[in-house]
């Protein structure tokens, strides 16, 4: 057994432990079987949470939401550096301009993300 078995083995049996119920499907990658857990969430002992989708479609959705996902955590990111920068002073005008930008960016992707989950 590869050391990535044994530790998914080890980790579906805390899931079990846990309350999880173990699926019928497999993870596409590593093919250990996935796990639902209390929260509704599916998840691979080894890989983390996976997405069942049954369309192309639906595959596109997912997709386009994990990316909106990852663009909001990276304005998050660049406004919390560009917030501990203006510490540093407070009335630089192109700080200021930038934190602006990125509450504007981040209003604007919650926008489509509300406008999209409709």
Same mark, same amino acid.
């Given at each position: 057994?590869?050391?990535?078995?044994?530790?998914?083995?080890?980790?579906?049996?805390?899931?079990?432990?846990?309350?999880?119920?173990?699926?019928?499907?497999?993870?596409?990658?590593?093919?250990?079987?996935?796990?639902?857990?209390?929260?509704?969430?599916?998840?691979?002992?080894?890989?983390? +949470?996976?997405?069942?989708?049954?369309?192309? #479609?639906? %595959?596109? *959705?997912?997709?386009?939401?994990?990316? /909106? @996902?990852?663009? !909001?955590?990276?304005?998050?990111?660049?406004?919390?550096?560009?917030? +501990?920068?203006?510490?540093?002073?407070?009335? #630089?005008? %192109?700080? *200021?301009?930038?934190?602006?930008?990125? /509450? @504007?960016?981040? !209003?604007?992707?919650?926008?489509?993300?509300?406008?999209?989950?409709?």
């Amino acid at each position: 057994m590869t050391n990535e078995s044994e530790v998914g083995v080890k980790k579906a049996a805390e899931l079990l432990r846990q309350g999880a119920t173990m699926l019928e499907e497999a993870c596409p990658i590593c093919k250990m079987p996935l796990f639902k857990l209390k929260n509704g969430d599916v998840v691979c002992p080894v890989h983390g +949470k996976v997405y069942i989708v049954k369309s192309d #479609d639906e %595959e596109k *959705i997912v997709k386009r939401n994990l990316q /909106l @996902d990852e663009i !909001e955590s990276i304005l998050i990111d660049g406004l919390y550096l560009s917030a +501990k920068k203006m510490k540093e002073d407070p009335l #630089d005008s %192109e700080r *200021i301009i930038q934190i602006i930008r990125y /509450l @504007d960016a981040l !209003e604007r992707l919650r926008k489509i993300k509300i406008n999209s989950s409709e």
